[in-house]
């Protein structure tokens, strides 16, 4: 099935120590995001990229980074500069108007949720 | 992408109507109306959008004023399984994908 994949959904880290959120679609879209969620607080803009080799800071990319050299995959890597990682990352893509079952919307994954012990 | 403010939290009666309500005064002519929800430690789901006329798919009703200066997401026969986070978000269909940015949202509660 089509769809979203995060990965792990639960990750323990020790602080200091960087570490790697993956998200894969099969979807065929082009543009790919982060968001951040705090125990009872919306959703904030990590980074996104509109396509591959391509990709753009959010409200809140400070101690995040990202790669896109695939159209599939947009790992988020949370480095030890980010001063409080511990929350819930959401992965979403999205299609482009005009690409096949393109409605605008927004597709999430599940969700990685890190700890940083 | 326009802001929009909802109301932080509401509650519903068990198989009443929910009215969820979404103002977005500064929305541009090409900008369209998303609504999503969030069920508890899950990603958000899409529920509807529109542009201006009012929309219905089989989960919900979605009615924009004629000024599209806000508008209202109406679950017709609310079940407790409609309890979650209700996120109203504004954006444009182009080729330019841009920002997608998400607000704190309406928690419903649908009581028994």
């Given at each position: 099935d089509g769809g979203i994949t995060q990965s792990p959904k639960y990750l323990f880290r020790k602080e200091g120590q960087n570490v790697t959120l993956s998200c894969e679609q099969n979807l065929n879209h082009d543009a790919m995001y982060w968001y951040r969620q705090d125990p009872g607080q919306g959703l904030r803009l990590i980074y996104y990229s509109q396509i591959v080799n391509d990709f753009q800071k959010g409200d809140i990319a400070e101690g995040y980074s990202v790669s896109?050299?695939?159209?599939?995959s947009f790992p988020l890597t949370v480095t030890?500069?980010?001063?409080?990682?511990?929350a819930f990352y959401l992965c979403a893509s999205r299609a482009y108007r005009g690409q096949g079952l393109d409605t605008g919307e927004l597709f999430f994954g599940e969700g990685s949720r890190l700890t940083v012990l | 992408d326009a802001k929009t403010t909802q109301p932080t939290s509401m509650d519903c009666a068990e198989g009443r109507a929910a009215n969820l309500p979404c103002n977005h005064s500064t929305i541009s002519g090409n900008e369209y109306v998303y609504w999503y929800r969030q069920i508890h430690s899950q990603g958000p789901q899409y529920i509807i959008h529109g542009l201006k006329n009012n929309e219905t798919n089989e989960m919900a009703s979605l009615i924009i004023t004629e000024d599209r200066k806000s508008s209202t997401l109406i679950l017709p026969h609310a079940t407790l399984r409609d309890t979650a986070v209700y996120y109203c978000i504004v954006r444009a269909h182009n080729t330019n994908a841009g920002k997608s940015t998400f607000g704190d949202g309406t928690t419903l509660t649908v009581k028994p």
């Open positions: 896109r050299e695939k159209k599939e030890s500069a980010q001063k409080n990682p511990t | -």
